[in-house]
């Protein structure tokens, strides 16, 4: 798989366009990511990941989190 990422990766260059490395961990961390964006269950990605702990893929991934928070608490304020 890496082999086909770097073949591509170096088509792309030729062009002339700067392009950073990739590998196959980057998709992978790319849709953990947006999964929790889209406010996907943590339990559920962390079956679909492998992981072995809710809390590993939660300090993998919680980065994203601090602008979900604040959109969540725009929400409620609305209650008060």
Do not use: W
């Not at 990739?22 to 962390?46: C, D, N, W, Y």
């Not at 300090?59 to 601090?66: C, E, K, T």
């Amino acid at each position: 798989m890496q082999g086909e990422i770097d073949r591509i990766v170096k088509r792309i260059r030729k062009d002339g366009i700067d392009f950073p490395h990739i590998t196959s961990h980057t998709f992978r961390h790319t849709f953990a990511t947006r999964a929790i964006e889209a406010g996907m269950h943590p339990q559920v990605l962390k079956a679909i990941l492998g992981h072995s702990s809710l809390a590993m893929t939660m300090d993998l991934y919680s980065h994203v989190l601090p602008d979900t928070k604040a959109e969540e608490m725009q929400k409620i304020s609305q209650i008060f």
